[in-house]
Structure formats: structure tokens, C-alpha cells
């Protein structure tokens, strides 16, 4: 009788561990393929302009930081130094009002929710459903008209609504979450609406919080359109700046990996460092 009860069991368990392999492997064949494009475009970013156009592409070119050299102005060209600040302004500014915003309309949809919430939610998400092209001539006008053209708080406005939509529908998920209880002993201690959102959900909230703040960041970081079309030297972003590498004269292929290497770097230190914060966030009520 032992030996019939375990040898089922056995074979369950040497199928269960190559089920777990074959999905290790599975996992990390398609990690492998989304890193390759990341990997090729540093690899190009490290080779001359005249390997890096080579067909086929010349892997075992020489190595070299000339492509680096030239974006950063070695070569007399544009210093990248303003537009890099500049997306650094409009994407942290945006961000932040994009918190201060959505945490409150969250609340008044989740924890006291108003009446009509569920409308309310849908028209945020019904506002993300426009193409963004179609906004693209109004805003335009009003800007040309009002002398906001190539002005860095204009983008900040517009990256501010573009992105509170995404943020209040996840601020709305991850107070929904709370327990009612903790709300109502901080309004028994007395405790008014500006300290309840700031001194007990927040923190509570706190990676959720953190993964919106760092999607709506990069959404704000890798804008283009507008920026483009709204901005011409003064207000110039690092994705603008990165067009730039794409002349009459021909493409700047090594010139142009390494500008989107270094334009990258930002964002991709920020969502190392807000890592476990991110995983927490968008993790955050999903095991009850």
C-alpha cells in the first residue's frame, strides 16, 4: 500500500519540478529578449559612427566613448545640460502636483466616496481614451495666443492633466484598501481632512503612493509630442533634444544610442531605487 501511495506522488512532484524549470527558463528566455534591444543600443552607443552603420552591424568593432563625447558637446555641437534639466523640472514638478491632486479626489472617491463616484471614476478613464494628437491643435492655438509657446510651465500643466487621470485611478485602488476604522479614530481625535490625507492615509498608502509617482514620472519623462510641437529652444526636453539626432544630413546611429542611453539613465536609476516600493504598490490589496 506504501509503495502504490507514493509512487504517484513521487512522479507528481518530479512534474511539478519540471513544470517550475520549464517556466524558469520560459521567464528568463523572455527577460533575455527584452534586454537584447537595451544591450544592442549600448553596444552601439560604443562604437564609431562608421561601425555603428555598418551592415551587417560590425559587433567586434573597437570600443570607444566617442559617441558619448559628441553628446555631450565635445564636438562643438548643442550642450544636452538644459533640456535634461528641463525634463528633469517638468517631470518631478508635474508629479508632484499630480499627488497633491489625486490624493484628495481619491479620497472623495473611496473613503468618503461623493455621490455619482463611479461616474466620476469612469470620466477620469474616458479622458485618457482621446487620441492624444487630437488635443494637439487647441492647445496649440491657445498657447500661441496666450505666449506660453516654448514654456516650460506650460508642459508642466499639461503633463499635470494628462497624468492625474492614471494617478487618481490608482490612489482610488490603494485607498480602497484601508480599513474604514483607521480614518474614523483619526476624526475622533480630531484630526480635519488636510491632516487625515497627510498624517494618516499617506503614510499608509506610502508604496502605492511611491509606484504612482514613479509611472507618472516616466510618462512625464518620455513625452514627446508636445514637447515637441509646443517647444522649440527655451523649453526643449531631452526627448526633443534626442530628435535632433535624426538630420537631413543622415542618422547619427552611435550619437544617437548614446544620448538614449544617457537620457535613460534617469529613469531607470529611479525605478532601481524605487524598486521594493514599486512592487509593493502595485502588489498593495491584491492578497487579502
Not at 44 to 70: F, K, M, Q
Not at 272 to 288: C, I, N, P, R, T
Amino acid at each position: 500500500m506504501t509503495a502504490v501511495a507514493t509512487a504517484p506522488a513521487c512522479g507528481h512532484g518530479r512534474h511539478g519540478r519540471h513544470r517550475r524549470m520549464f517556466l524558469g527558463l520560459l521567464a528568463w528566455l523572455a527577460g533575455i529578449v527584452f534586454f537584447l534591444p537595451v544591450a544592442w543600443m549600448v553596444l552601439t552607443s560604443l562604437h564609431s559612427e562608421t561601425d555603428a552603420a555598418a551592415n551587417p552591424p560590425a559587433v567586434t568593432a573597437p570600443l570607444g566613448l566617442d559617441g558619448y563625447r559628441s553628446f555631450f558637446g565635445a564636438g562643438g555641437g548643442p550642450s544636452p545640460w538644459p533640456s535634461l534639466i528641463n525634463s528633469t523640472t517638468v517631470a518631478v514638478t508635474s508629479t508632484a502636483l499630480v499627488l497633491l491632486l489625486a490624493l484628495p479626489a481619491a479620497y472623495a472617491l473611496s473613503v468618503r466616496p461623493v455621490r455619482g463616484w463611479r461616474d466620476a471614476l469612469f470620466f477620469f478613464l474616458s479622458t485618457k481614451m482621446m487620441p492624444v494628437v487630437a488635443g494637439l491643435l487647441p492647445v496649440y492655438v491657445f498657447a500661441g495666443k496666450t505666449g506660453l509657446l516654448d514654456n516650460v510651465w506650460l508642459l508642466v500643466v499639461l503633463h499635470t492633466s494628462m497624468n492625474l487621470p492614471v494617478a487618481v485611478w490608482m490612489t482610488q485602488s490603494f485607498l480602497a484598501d484601508v480599513p474604514a476604522s483607521i480614518v474614523e479614530a483619526a476624526r475622533v481625535d480630531g484630526a480635519r481632512l488636510p491632516t487625515v490625507l497627510a498624517r494618516v492615509l499617506a503614510p499608509v498608502i506610502a508604496p502605492g503612493l511611491a509606484a504612482t509617482a514613479l509611472i507618472c514620472c516616466v510618462l512625464s519623462w518620455n513625452e514627446l509630442l508636445f514637447a515637441r510641437v509646443l517647444t522649440s529652444v527655451t523649453a526643449q526636453t531631452a526627448p526633443v533634444f534626442l530628435t535632433g539626432f535624426v538630420t537631413g544630413e543622415g542618422l547619427f546611429l552611435a550619437q544617437l544610442c548614446a544620448a538614449s542611453v544617457v537620457i535613460s539613465l534617469p529613469v531607470l536609476a529611479a525605478g532601481l531605487a524605487a524598486q521594493d516600493k514599486l512592487v509593493q504598490g502595485l502588489s498593495l490589496g491584491a492578497v487579502k
